[in-house]
Nanobody, 130 residues
Framework: QVQLVESGGGSVQAGGSLRLSCAAS????????MGWFRQAPGKEREAVAT??????????YYADSVKGRFTNSQDNAKNTLYLQMNELKPEDAAMYYC?????????????????????WGQGTQVTVSS
């Protein structure tokens, strides 16, 4: 059974850090495009970061709003995706979701392909106080 389980959310003050984890099971983790999305109340879901490693290179995407502050990484031996979030701002507060898809175009081409992720975790809440 394919499963994504997020953890690591919590409450921090602005300027603080959190590391989210996404434990994957039931599929070949390293061959999938992986991503982090977030959704705040009253707002649309947005892609935060994606990652795909293959063909000797790693493809990264970061939303402009998190560039330089968030780092996406994966440990294939542990089937785990991470999102290190530093210098958190109140506007980063949201429910964060881990996502995966065997179609790597979501990671390679971005854009509308990021709406095609088919596997989702249940989410982990991040709260940032000012």
């Amino acid at each position: 059974q394919v499963q994504l389980v997020e953890s690591g959310g919590g409450s921090v003050q602005a300027g603080g850090s959190l590391r989210l984890s996404c434990a994957a099971s039931g599929y070949t983790f390293s061959s999938y495009c992986m991503g982090w999305f977030r959704q705040a109340p009253g707002k649309e879901r947005e892609a935060v970061a994606t990652i795909y490693s293959g063909g000797g290179s790693t493809h990264y995407y970061y939303a402009d709003s998190v560039k330089g502050r968030f780092t996406n990484s994966q440990d294939n031996a542990k089937n785990t995706l991470y999102l290190q979030m530093n210098e958190l701002k109140p506007e980063d507060a949201a429910m964060y979701y881990c996502a995966a898809d065997p179609d790597i175009r979501a990671c390679l081409y971005g854009g509308n392909w990021r709406s095609e992720f088919g596997l989702w975790g249940q989410g982990t809440q991040v709260t940032v106080s000012s």
